[in-house]
């Protein structure tokens, strides 16, 4: 008889594998949907980010900080000026806050307003 029970023994190889099975489970019950997934008691609303643009403009970045939007397409449209390269990342806030910004129809939010 040998030594080394089989059963028991733990290659590199079979530690990878093992490995990564449990983390493509854990991430496949996460429900990461491609970074549009909500919590249930939140709701999603849209942001300008200048974040790894490079160089941005004054007028970009104060715009950025400051204005909400109620959907991508919104926050498209209104960008700081014609060469304004933002990035449009969407933001997780509860039903009440979206509310307060958007529930009289508006498509946007100046925050320095509230």
Request: with cysteine.
């Amino acid at each position: 008889m040998s030594k080394h029970n089989s059963a028991i023994e733990l290659t590199r190889r079979g530690f990878l594998v093992a490995g990564s099975a449990v983390a493509l489970g854990a991430l496949a019950g996460c429900g990461s949907g491609g970074g549009d997934s909500v919590p249930p008691d939140m709701t999603k609303a849209y942001r300008l980010s200048t974040r790894g643009v490079g160089t941005a403009s004054n007028a970009a970045k104060l715009h950025a900080a400051n204005l909400r939007f109620v959907s991508a397409a919104a926050a498209d449209a209104n960008r700081a000026h014609a060469g304004d390269r933002s990035n449009i990342v969407p933001i997780d806030i509860k039903p009440a806050t979206w509310e307060l910004w958007f529930g009289g129809g508006a498509g946007q939010v100046d925050l320095r307003k509230i």
